[in-house]
């Protein structure tokens, strides 16, 4: 099946410090949708994007759908204690109407 | 928050024997979905719904049945727990194809011994 590696699997970062992280995939998708994740909650969309190319930010978030559209990337700039949790990455292809996740990056935040 | 409620929350069970776990929404979205997460997989797809009494396994789908008698309800059974199935299980809804914001519930965990 269709795998989506995310890099890197850990961070540890200053507050403060801008953060960026990236998913690939052997395949193309159509939509790329980055999740957070917090203890014990389910995963909260933070950005969707549809077009390959497109650049598209939420509050301090930035993400962009790569051109080959086989990679997404995410940027967090100025973080915060709570960037804190797991992020994921998701691909859609369309007809097959299933969202496939990467493994996730957790992203711990210092004082 | 979109509104999808899972029960039960936590669960735990002896191998063997079979476990529902539900799945409820009040958006009226047509897409449903079951994902597991495990340390180290991510989010892997179980089973999904299309419409009531429309589903579809997904990536890792063996050992587990679905079904959707109602727009509202997904239903997620193991039929014979195994220790391999201890795990946390999310509910997913999602309006449309063309839409694919899918927005998540809560979680089960559960526990098979």
């Known amino acids: 099946g269709q795998q989506l590696n995310q890099s890197p699997q850990s961070m540890f970062i200053q507050e403060g410090e801008d953060v960026s992280m990236n998913c690939t995939s052997s395949?193309?998708?159509?939509?790329w949708l980055w999740y957070k994740q917090d203890p014990g909650e389910g995963p909260v969309l933070l950005i969707a994007?549809?077009?390959?190319?497109e650049l598209t930010s939420n509050g301090r978030l930035t993400a962009q759908f790569g051109i080959t559209r086989k990679d997404s990337f995410l940027n967090i700039s100025a973080s915060i204690p709570s960037d804190v949790g797991i992020y994921f990455c998701?691909?859609?292809?369309?007809?097959?109407?299933?969202?496939?996740f990467g493994t996730g990056t957790r992203l711990q935040v210092t004082l | 928050d979109a509104g999808i409620t899972q029960s039960p929350r936590h669960k735990v069970t002896e191998t063997g024997t079979p476990v529902t776990l539900r799945c409820h929404q009040t958006?009226?979205?047509?897409?449903m979905y079951w994902y597991r997460q495990d340390p180290g997989h991510g989010l892997r797809l179980i089973h999904y719904?299309?419409?009531?009494?429309?589903?579809d396994k997904g990536e890792v789908s063996d050992g587990y049945s679905v079904s959707r008698s109602k727009t509202e309800d997904f239903l997620l059974t193991l039929e014979s727990a195994t220790s391999s199935q201890t795990s946390v299980y999310f509910c997913?809804?999602?309006?449309?194809?063309?839409?694919?914001?899918?927005?998540f519930g809560q979680g089960t965990r559960l526990t098979v011994v």
């Open positions: 997913a809804i999602s309006e449309t194809t063309l839409n694919t914001e899918a927005f």
């Open positions: 395949s193309i998708f159509n939509t």
């Open positions: 994007l549809y077009k390959a190319g």
């Open positions: 998701a691909g859609f292809l369309g007809t097959a109407s299933k969202l496939t």
């Open positions: 958006e009226n979205h047509r897409y």
């Open positions: 719904s299309y419409g009531v009494k429309d589903t």
